[in-house]
């Protein structure tokens, strides 16, 4: 069950896909240069393999577990947070302000992936209390930032999203969760949330529960609802622990995966009234909590990459240590490893450039994001702010339902012992499916591409992003060699086949919803294939440039061979996309409903 970071594959997407010097050159991020990423990441990666990886398996095993109100984590899960909340991670991208080291989202990436590699169930943990906290420094008062922000950076308190009711899953226009102004400015909070991630727990001191709610004669639909911070034990001026607060949890839930991570049903008020306090204005709560969920949907994206380099890696170790059958050319006269049968190894080629891909993909919006929030440029802000948005449902969306597909590869490769728990392949398969579904199943991140990232700005967004793939495909032509050549070809289909599509959604989004919507999941898929892909193909001009120097021979070869394989087998399915997404969705909506 062990794990090995990838630092030296996400230090090469960092130095140059995502040019950490630049941001680097951001003011406030001058100390964030390549030496203190490989800094950093050593050391992250000596925790995550060493304290986090290890408990990943008993996690599953002996999952976190609810008697008479009181959750308790899995053995090993409360030392193991003390030694993260000790060594600084959670604080890693906040602000110093507040006591966080104020590292670049490109650096805390990586840290991410890690964390969410060696125990994913663990790391939802601190990933739901960044988002918390971004809430709480973009929307939060000075009042709630001075009493919140220093504990949940530090890790002494931890943070939830709470959207989802019993009556009311995606559809937040249908929350019942009332809240009662009271003369000291505070709100008594009644009402039921599920869901909710790490919700209560044994590992921190508190935890600060943001919760959505309605104010009595607020707007009906989403236009009516509030963001309160509900802490789990209130808190004195001076910063101490108070009486605990009435919010409880009465159940928790017993899933498929990620069975470590305890899944709340919290009751806010059954005995009076659960003391909310206000997050920026009434009613503007959605936009608030908006916020955590953009930064939660980036960070399942990570989590996708991160489980199926986890898949990745067994299904590797285990091909190469389980003999069986003859090689097909003879090469061997008696039964081999199976990683010398082409199926085998079509299939580690598969994970391993799904993985690599998508984890391209994702350091490079990472550094968008940094340029967005801290360019001193306006423009520059602007432009790399509009192509973050436009690739946060491409990482959500297309790495999460990759890690499906590489985490059933890797319980194939097993054979019959991936289906057998024991072997582990399992739990990575069960634990990625979560990751199409929360924070927003695949449909809605497709439903957010199509009509805010596409339709809304008439698909000028869209298309300025194939320009640059365009000027990628001239640059890979003019190097001549057959891996360049093959890459571009690929990538120049698939480009096509997305402009395609382009023109299809901004033609029929308002005239034709039904057949637009009727594709928006392929082409998400589309778009993230494109994109990844694209990213690959950077990474192969500069792993050829550096090979030519005689840096590093053996993994500049490596990226160069699963940058091809990338293009000459999954590349290729962009055009099918395409032609089922601009002819396919008449029979899509065609069955009649009491047919079904």
Request: charged share 20%; hydrophobic share 45%; glycine share 10%.
């Amino acid at each position: 069950m062990s794990y090995t970071a990838p630092v030296k594959d996400m230090l090469f997407n960092m130095q140059h896909l995502a040019n950490i010097e630049q941001v680097a050159q951001i003011p406030g991020f001058e100390d964030a240069g390549l030496d203190t990423a490989a800094a950093v990441l050593e050391e992250c990666a000596k925790f995550t393999e060493g304290v986090l990886a290890p408990l990943n398996f008993e996690g599953d095993k002996n999952p976190s577990f609810w008697k008479d109100g009181v959750v308790t984590a899995t053995p090993g899960f409360k030392e193991a947070f003390r030694q993260l909340t000790e060594g600084g991670w959670q604080g890693l991208q906040h602000p110093a302000d507040f006591g966080g080291q104020g590292l670049p989202k490109t650096i805390g990436a990586a840290c991410m992936e890690m964390l969410n590699s060696s125990n994913m169930s663990f790391a939802l943990c601190p990933l739901l209390t960044d988002g918390a906290i971004e809430a709480l420094l973009t929307a939060g008062s000075d009042e709630l930032k001075a009493i919140y922000l220093e504990k949940l950076i530090s890790g002494q308190w931890t943070g939830t999203m709470n959207l989802t009711e019993p009556q009311a899953g995606s559809d937040l226009a249908l929350v019942r969760t009332k809240a009662d102004p009271q003369p000291d400015g505070t709100y008594k909070i009644f009402g039921t949330k599920i869901f909710i991630t790490w919700g209560e727990h044994d590992m921190a001191e508190n935890i600060v529960h943001l919760v959505l709610a309605r104010v009595a004669g607020a707007p009906e639909g989403v236009k009516g609802i509030s963001l309160f911070v509900v802490p789990k034990f209130l808190v004195n001026k001076d910063g101490s622990l108070g009486a605990r607060n009435d919010a409880h949890c009465v159940s928790i839930e017993h899933k498929m995966g990620i069975k470590a991570s305890p899944t709340a049903v919290l009751q806010f008020g059954d005995h009076g009234g659960a003391v909310g306090y206000l997050v920026g204005q009434e009613n503007r709560g959605l936009e608030y909590m908006f916020i955590m969920m953009n930064a939660a949907r980036y960070g399942v994206g990570i989590q996708g990459i991160a489980i199926a380099e986890r898949a990745y890696q067994k299904a590797v170790g285990y091909a190469k240590d389980r003999v069986q059958s003859r090689p097909v050319d003879g090469s061997i006269n008696a039964s081999a490893a199976i990683i010398h049968h082409p199926d085998v190894k079509r299939m580690l080629m598969t994970m391993r450039a799904t993985t690599e891909a998508c984890r391209a993909m994702a350091s490079t919006a990472a550094a968008a994001y940094d340029a967005a929030h801290h360019h001193p440029d306006a423009q520059v802000r602007k432009d790399n702010a509009t192509f973050y948005e436009f690739m946060v449902p491409l990482v959500k969306g297309y790495s999460t339902e990759m890690s499906l597909e590489v985490t059933s590869l890797g319980v194939q490769v097993h054979g019959g012992m991936g289906f057998i728990e024991e072997t582990g392949a399992a739990q990575y398969y069960r634990d990625a499916k979560i990751l199409t579904i929360y924070e927003g199943t695949t449909a809605i991140q497709a439903n957010d591409l199509v009509g805010r990232k596409t339709a809304r700005d008439g698909g000028q967004t869209a298309k300025a992003i194939a320009a640059q793939i365009e000027k990628t495909e001239a640059e890979l032509n003019a190097s001549g060699t057959p891996a360049a050549q093959a890459m571009a070809r690929r990538l120049a289909a698939a480009r096509q086949a997305y402009l395609d599509v382009v023109d299809f959604v901004c033609g029929g989004a308002k005239a034709s919803p039904n057949a637009v919507f009727a594709g928006s999941v392929p082409y998400l898929m589309l778009a993230g294939n494109l994109v990844a892909g694209w990213q690959l193909g950077r990474a192969l001009l500069v792993a050829q440039d550096l090979l030519q120097k005689g840096q590093d021979e053996a993994f500049m070869r490596a990226k160069i061979t699963t940058a091809q394989f990338y293009a000459e087998h999954i590349l290729v399915k962009a055009p099918g996309l395409r032609d089922s997404i601009v002819e396919g969705a008449e029979s899509v909506n065609a069955l009649a409903l009491d047919s079904f």
